[in-house]
């Protein structure tokens, strides 16, 4: 049976969302019927800590070169990966778990401490990257995020082998940190291994639209023209070889198959370079939680939401909107914000209110308790916030001032900012009721926004899909497009992609979006602000009977959308196409 090795930097702990990804995809149904094997490979990142623990929760070690651990034959194969490299290497199993906690499967781990690697060793791999197909290592060996992927390559390809996988082995490059292994097994004369790039994001092009003032307006409409015109990047943007990632997602180019998470990706790839229009770069959408739930469920959960506005603000909102993301600039939450102007101005004339909770933080851990405690005692926590760790960090204290303007502008609606991992009485403090815990803020939400400027997927935009919830996400999220795929072309009454990029004059020059302004793409972003305020409006439901239909249409909807059909639909198909194709190694 197909074995397929994962390299990922969150093959033990989650970090982004990679990890969320591997756990819908590897226990569904259809991968563990068609892999016989997966194995999941990456960095160790710390050699702290008990030797148990080191695979996570539930993981059991193996064999650890440090730790004394293993004696078999396998044993004998990795610590003479270990002597060749100079490296310690870590190798055992662990259990992943389906989202909806319905499947549990077990899967190797393979882990590689490369800080003290062998230079000779070091110095072959990056000799036959760079014969193979042009990685220039050199350029970035100062940049760890590079240098220590370029490092794991070796001892991870054979490490596979030394676990006795040499035939019928897809190497996944989870983004570019996967990449230098994908590359180098693809060579291996030994193994037969095919290459498989799993594009999360197109890494230059989130630097892109993160840096231009006029962020995913100006760059998709550059974008679109320029692949009409066969113009890349560097035709607009310049030479972006002196960016680590761009390199290694350039060098996907390479590979037998690549998975693009939504259709801008897609788009993206081929606008980075034109060799990608000769590699099979296919779609591989990732799939969303269908949780089934009731209607009085949902209602209970609301009410816990509603509960607790009212401890914190001292009255009950009619409506609860909500907002999960990672505080970053890609998220574009300021649009939550201007939305929330026009839905506010709605509200008085129907005599509602509506509170928006946002829950988001730059943080890399969550606060402990008894920090989230002393600030809801000393300053009202999280209706007030102050500058200064514990509490604001230097980029949620710029987005709270603009929860600030809003706020005293507002009358009938508040945003509520909850800088902060989790969402239960531990993680929020004392003011959040025992029994809340964090899939309430799914089921009880009346709107989820998403609304980002660079969203290759956008799996927490859709979370609330199956319990009701109007998504409003915007158009290049990549989710939109499995939205059409799934429900047609005339999308769901259950979710809202406004198009931010729309022009309202075609005859915008490449120079003027070029040299486009913030208060220009703000201008835009106001006027599809408040036609999205109007939508968002009309479809909310009012009565409970207009809740279970949207329960129904979002449950209906999240189905054709599960992990189960982007394994079978999808990322299956991806994989025999790899199989399908020989290695041809491009020398440069």
Known sequence: MLTIAHVTHEAVQKIGGIGAV?????????????????????PLFSRRGAAADRL??????????????????????????????????????????????????????LLVDVH??????????????????GVASDKFEHVWDFEQYVRLAGPAVDGLKALGVKSSCVVVAHEFMGMPTALLA????????????????????????????????????LMRR?????????????????????????AAKHCQCVLAVGPEVVEELKFLSRDFERV??????????ARAITSAEAA??????????QNLLGWRPDYVFTHVARLVRSKGLWRDLMVMEHVDEALRREGKTAVLLVLATETGLPRRHEEIVNLERGWEWPVAHREGYPDLTHGEAAFYAGVQAFNARARSSRTVFINQFGFDRVTCGERMQEEMEFWDIRRGSDAEFGQSIYEPFGIAQLEALSFGAICVISSVCGCAGFVEAAAGERGSLNVIAPDFTKL?????????????????????ERHVAERTAAVLMERLPRTPTEKELAIRRGSELAEKMSWDVVARDYFLPGMESALRRGVEVQRV
């Open 116 to 133: 003290s690697i062998q230079q000779a060793a070091l110095g072959l791999v990056k000799f036959r990257l760079f014969e193979g197909f």
């Open 186 to 221: 693809m060579l291996d004369k030994e193994g037969d291994f095919r290459g498989v790039f799993h594009a999360h994001e197109a890494a230059t092009v989130r630097r892109i639209v993160e840096d231009h003032p006029g962020q995913d307006v100006a760059f998709y409409n």
């Open 56 to 109: 996570g929760p539930g993981g059991t070690v193996l064999f650890s070169s440090f730790d004394g651990i293993g004696g078999d034959a396998v044993a004998a194969g990795l610590r003479d990966v270990c002597g060749r490299y100079g490296v310690d290497i870590v190798y055992g199993r662990k259990p992943m778990v389906a989202p909806e906690g319905r499947e549990r499967v077990e899967v190797e781990v």
């Open 280 to 289: 099979d770069v296919r779609l591989a959408y990732n799939g969303i939680p």
């Open 22 to 42: 591997l756990d819908g995809l590897i226990t569904a149904r259809p991968y563990r019927e068609a892999v016989g094997r997966t194995i999941l490979v990456g």
């Open 226 to 250: 320029g692949r009409r015109a066969g113009k890349t990047v560097t035709d607009y943007f310049g030479d972006q070889s002196d960016y680590f990632k761009h390199v290694l997602v350039d």
């Open 300 to 309: 209970a959960s609301k009410r816990r939401l509603q509960d607790y506005c």
């Open 504 to 524: 309202e004059n075609d005859g915008v020059s490449d120079q003027a979006l070029l040299a486009m302004t913030a208060a220009q793409r703000e201008r835009i």
